[in-house]
């Protein structure tokens, strides 16, 4: 595999969401009316590629449609036109998302890896590195509502990259954890690049970006702005 | 898929995303998960009592004190005639697989809504959550049936041929079930009032299929008494009732618990199948 291959390949990629009452109400059935709803466009229509190995920044204001983005090309949220091609499903990782709230860390990570189709046997080989690797100590055995939100997040990021996805989206996961286990997952975002794995970041962080990433997407209000080299990219942002 | 140019997304190797899968890789994947499917139940179930002092014990007390209950509201405060032989065990074959049935739907209705962040993080077919449900209820059975088995013993039945047929019996019904609890979760993602709404259907269910007396004693009419083949808890029931202890049962009710097994399941699939990409939305 060279490294011209592409990973993700979107073109004219739109994204709307309805919001307020997003799903209808009897009434409207009843009328065979469509929700009255406020439509928001996400995205807006973003072309761009991402060749295997490749670090990704995807940088921009709230509400720009980083995350948005990011989810589209996971085909968890429905494109509203456009075209989202990818070699492999990309494994999403974001901060707010639980796995189940009333379980331990222990069974969260050893349900993770058997959704992810692992037998019993090799995902009970695998959970004592996940542990491991989530640095979380005791508090693996205690239920997850009573962790922090960084502690979710290196549980997360553990569980995710257990098993080395090819395609990682980070979103702005590395930020919430403490210095030593943003260096681990760091650490562990250059080996997955080095396995020809590709990442596509969004962070507020800069430091961080100019750190992982070669380049930089910068999206605002659903548009890109500019996509180049990281120290232009990030210089014309920062000047924004 | 362009394929008039000579560099299609195809030959470098990409698909597009969000792209269900064709039903055999679907189920392929479902079989690969087979681990997660039993794992996953049973250590909910060993969990489920953690706290309490008697831990899995409540396994097999719950439907023996459910039992207890009917005994001594049938069987000691108002033991009037309900057109049965024996009201109690006619009661907790009716009851106990009745609620059978229920538990699987109403807990799988639950089972795409309750495992949201599941969904987001991690892609597996989800499916996997409404069987895993199931496998868990049929699980916990285990102990209920063995409850039933003892009531119907201890009343002086003794076991016949036709106990050969109870893992036939329950597989449909499981069938059935699952097909039920497949439609209720996608219909609850869609609508989560389902959920609300749920425990009344099945209220009005329990009193329409015969759980708490014998429809063949109050209803003579041929043509009513077909009618209630289209209720397939009715037909379960009774089913059941046949083949523990031999009351009556038509083949009618026969080749429509047969028929109502393999119809729910494919349709339910089919109609959990075409929300597949919908889960874990924006819902």
Redesign the interface.
Known sequence: MTST??AI?CTDVEVS??IAS??PLIRDLLRGQKPAAQTIDAVRGVTFDVHVGETVGVVGPNGSGKTTLLQ????????AGG?????S??????VS?????HMTGR?NI???L???????DA?DDLTDDVIDFTGLGDAIDMRMETYSSGMRARL?FS??TALSPEILLIDEALAVGDRSFREKSAQRLDEHRANSGTVLLVSHNLAEIRRSCSRVIWLEQGLIIQDGPTDEVLAAYEAS | MNTDTPDT?AD????????PLPLSEYLR?IW??R??LL??PL?DLRSQNAHTLLGSVWLVLNPLLQVGVYFLVFGIIMPIDRGVDSYLVFLTIGVFTFFYSQRVISDGARSVVS?L??I?????PRA?LPISNTVGQALSFGPVLAVMVVVVLAHGNLPTWRWLLIPALFALQTMFSLGGAFAAARFNH??RDLENLLPFVFRLLFYVSGVLYSVDHYIDDALVRTLFLFNPMYCYVTAWRWVMVGNAASTGVMVASAAWAVVSLTVGFALFRSGE??Y????
Not at chain 2, 280 to 283: K, S
């Open positions: 291959d592409l390949s969401y309805t997003h799903r589209a090309t996971t085909g968890l949220v429905p494109l075209t989202c091609l990818v070699r499903v990309p494994t999403f990782l974001g998302a639980v796995l189940r709230n069974r050893q349900i993770g058997l959704a992810q189709g692992l037998s019993q995902a997360h569980i995710a | 997304p470098k190797g990409l698909f597009p995303v969000g792209k994947e690969r998960r681990d997660y794992q996953v250590n495992s962040g599941l987001r993080t991690l892609r597996f996997t869609l609508y990409s919908s874990g939305g924006t819902g």
